[in-house]
């Protein structure tokens, strides 16, 4: 149990355009997702939370005009990267948290721009 | 949350016990320590928490210090497949609402033939 996909798992697109990214609560109804980015041989670092229903929350830093999140069922949460630039490309990972203390990771989407 | 500190990188040879050891002096009262990894180029996998006491799943032990400022994560009997990147994070309980996970650097794993 407690599975949480991502699609795509990989993607390539030009610079300045948008990508879309799904994260998917498998078996579970997830309150809050999270996601997140993570630069090659860095650590992970949260760039929204998102709970259903409501407006994400930002981490410092992060446009949440260029980032558009959308968490609009229990099971779904999108990421939007908008008007892609090379220095987006990185790995990003999704997280969905139901009841417990547990996150849930997804397997993550590496972006490339180019 | 409460900041961790945790070596590099650490080396095993496979069969033996590995220790991956956590530091988190600054920590709170009602704060969990979680232990996640992370194998390349994949997503963090949760491993285990605890509290107070010390704990011990089908994955690993939990060893948590009477002061509660450290901590070490045991895998028993490390094999080839538990090579990853190993994050230790203290963190605040549910209270209705998910907390968030802030990932430090962690220790990287090498087991060894």
């Known amino acids: 149990g407690a599975v949480v996909s991502q699609h795509p798992s990989w993607v390539i697109c030009k610079s300045g355009t948008s990508v879309k990214i799904e994260c998917r609560s498998l078996d579970f109804q997830a309150t809050t997702m999270f996601w997140y980015r993570q630069f090659p041989k860095q650590s992970l670092m949260l760039m929204a939370t998102?709970?259903?229903?409501?407006?994400?929350?930002?981490e410092q830093g992060v446009e949440k005009d260029k980032f558009l999140i959308n968490h609009a069922s229990l099971t779904l949460s999108t990421l939007t990267v908008t008007s892609a630039h090379p220095e987006d490309s990185s790995f990003y990972i999704c997280?969905?948290?139901?009841?417990?203390?547990?996150?849930?990771f997804g397997p993550g989407t590496r972006l490339t721009v180019l | 949350d409460a900041k961790t500190t945790q070596p590099t990188s650490m080396d095993c040879a496979e069969g033996r016990a590995a220790n991956l050891p956590c530091n988190h002096s600054?920590?709170?009262?009602?704060?969990?320590v979680y232990w996640y990894r992370q194998i390349h180029s994949q997503g963090p996998q949760y491993i285990i928490h605890?509290?107070?006491n010390n704990e011990t799943n089908e994955m690993a032990s939990l060893i948590i210090t009477e002061d509660r400022k450290s901590s070490t994560l045991i895998l028993p009997h490390a094999t080839l497949r538990d090579t990853a990147v190993y994050y230790c994070?203290?963190?605040?309980?549910?209270?209705?609402?998910?907390?968030?996970?802030?990932f430090g650097t962690g220790t990287r794993l090498q087991v060894t033939l």
């Open positions: 998102s709970n259903e229903g409501s407006k994400a929350t930002y």
């Open positions: 605890g509290l107070k």
């Open positions: 994070i203290v963190r605040v309980p549910y209270t209705g609402t998910a907390s968030k996970l802030t």
């Open positions: 997280s969905a948290s139901f009841s417990q203390n547990e996150q849930f």
């Open positions: 600054t920590i709170s009262g009602n704060e969990y």
